[in-house]
């Protein structure tokens, strides 16, 4: 059985704004031995998937400077320290990037993005009927533009790889899960198709 590692020191060793990097010394449970780690520790995301009353979705493309490209993806953004619910922090994202709103928005699930070295979650969020309200609102980092893409098109733009933002595409498999199992709970979702084929998961 794989145990928890104990911890005898943890060091912030940098500042970066967007994540503080740490070095935390654990003892292996099979070894006893000390081992150094680096960790990245950042504040929580999130991201949310509008879909309007006809059945697009709203994405964005923005420059991605870890990849170096252009990048297909969904809303998204940082928890701000005084948003204790990540749900309005998604609702401010939306209307920030998109100028679209929502009257109801869903907790669909949350991961880890990578457990290896960040400490933080990506909590996905649904935004049902979406409607436009007012213009973007860019920080000054921000160049973003706005598509409106069918839902039935989504799982072909991730098969062809114009989706690669591995948070999105794990926004949809939560989205399809939800889907299938609320087809006739929330009437203003009744006609919306699956954008994959039932995956026959418990």
């Known amino acids: 059985m794989i145990k928890a590692w104990q911890q005898t020191?943890?060091?912030q060793i940098g500042d970066f704004r967007i994540f503080t990097l740490?070095?935390?010394t654990r003892i292996s449970p099979r070894t006893q031995n000390e081992h150094n780690f680096f960790v990245l520790n950042a504040p929580d995301w999130i991201n949310i998937i509008p879909i309007t009353a006809t059945g697009n979705v709203i994405f964005i493309k923005q420059y991605r400077h870890g990849t170096g490209t252009?990048?297909?993806e969904v809303p998204g953004g940082m928890v701000d320290p005084h948003e204790d619910d990540p749900m309005v922090t998604a609702r401010r994202e939306m209307l920030e990037e998109t100028g679209f709103s929502a009257e109801k928005i869903i907790h669909l699930?949350?991961?880890e993005p990578n457990?290896?070295?960040l400490t933080n979650r990506c909590h996905t969020y649904l935004a049902l009927n979406a409607?436009?309200?007012?213009?973007?609102e860019f920080d000054g980092a921000e160049d973003i533009e706005m598509i409106e893409v069918p839902l039935t098109q989504v799982l072909d733009l991730i098969l062809a790889g114009k989706i690669t933002h591995s948070l999105t595409i794990c926004a949809f498999f939560f989205f399809n899960r939800w889907r299938e199992r609320n087809r006739d709970a929330i009437s203003a979702a009744s006609d919306m198709p699956l954008p994959f084929p039932s995956l026959n998961l418990p």
């Open 115 to 117: 457990p290896a070295f």
């Open 22 to 24: 740490s070095q935390v």
């Open 70 to 72: 252009v990048c297909l």
């Open 131 to 136: 409607t436009y309200v007012q213009p973007p």
């Open 9 to 11: 020191d943890e060091r």
């Open 109 to 111: 699930g949350t991961v």
